[in-house]
């Protein structure tokens, strides 16, 4: 009997728990992210970084116009870490370098869905930036 | 040394479980940063400890907001109805005095210094009880014993030395009284609003 209930309700059941998942990681949903988010996920899309690491990353890549404070900065690791955007890891990418005390970050698979649809996000907006001839459309 | 010493000071703006989370990293990653500007002059240390404190400033904030955002989340259907009460309680015993004066009630202002207890116990007392429970998860009977037998302990205290010196015909054994009426009152309150809480824990 109890089976039978088990076979009946598996169909649905199973669409219940896709369903949750899909709408659980569906990255559109976090979008957009904050300008801090999006410069952390872009900092860790090369590889693991400790803390000190990302902020020194982040500041290249904006060309020094963003430098994070360690509380924006840990403020967003702690964000992050909680949607499963990033992970700790314990692997270092440099052991005879680096200093155990510091934790090192990685960007999970759905992190980098997350930061690739907010890409292409912003990527769109250009695209309307250029149309409406704010930019000089791409060679 | 100096300058991680103060920025250790300051992370004490932030909530506790973050500090224990990401306080000795903030510390590393401050130390890290403030070798980068050592060898610069005055101005940019200035402007690097101004970036700093707002940084601190802004983002504590934010923590500590979330936090008390966790807190609000898990206010259980009894918190929220126990409060409602007690609200009320304080409401009614305020018309009542404010009746009771208005039209000089002998009955209503009789009980007048129990009323006044009431309300201004209550709104104190339980102001307390609710953060201290709700920030600190304290256990709700007792902290509200301790609380509400020192906040009405303090206006017991408060009442008695203005009364003595403005009112001639002041009656201490009265004020006593109302007090003692009000901690009892308002701690009963707590009593049955602590039980109901515990039978729903129990229940779910």
Known sequence: MAKNVLTMHRASIYRLVTDMAKQRLDPEKLLPLTSSVFHILLALSDGDLHGYGIMQEVAEHSGGQIRLGPGTLYGAIKRLLGSGLIVETDQRPDPELDDERRRYYRLTDFGRQVLKAEVQRISKLVSVAQQKRLLPKRT | ?204
Not at chain 2, 10 to 16: E, F, G, H, N, T
């Open chain 2, 1 to 204: 040394m100096l300058s991680k010493r103060l920025y250790q000071l300051m992370l004490l703006a932030y909530p506790r479980d973050f500090r224990l989370d990401y306080g000795s990293e903030m510390t590393q990653v401050f130390h890290d940063c403030h070798r980068e500007i050592e060898s610069g002059g005055l101005a940019t240390a200035l402007q690097f400890w101004l970036r700093i404190i707002l940084d601190v400033v802004r983002t504590a904030g934010v923590e500590r907001w979330e936090t008390l955002g966790k807190g609000r989340e898990i206010m259980k259907r009894t918190d929220v109805t126990g409060l409602a009460i007690c609200v009320a309680i304080i409401a009614v015993a305020f018309f009542l005095l404010g009746y009771g004066r208005k039209h000089e009630v002998a009955s209503i202002l009789l009980f007048g210094h129990a009323l006044d207890a009431i309300v201004t116990a209550g709104v104190i007392g339980n102001l307390v009880v609710l953060l201290l429970v709700k920030m600190k998860h304290l256990s709700q009977f007792r902290t509200a014993l301790w609380s509400l037998l020192i906040v009405n302990g303090a206006l017991l205290i408060i009442a008695t030395l203005i009364g003595n010196a403005v009112d001639p015909s002041f009656n201490f054994a009265r004020l006593f009284v109302g007090y003692l009426v009000s901690f009892l009152f308002w701690l009963t309150i707590h009593w049955i609003w602590s039980r109901t809480n515990t039978a729903t824990q129990s229940v779910a």
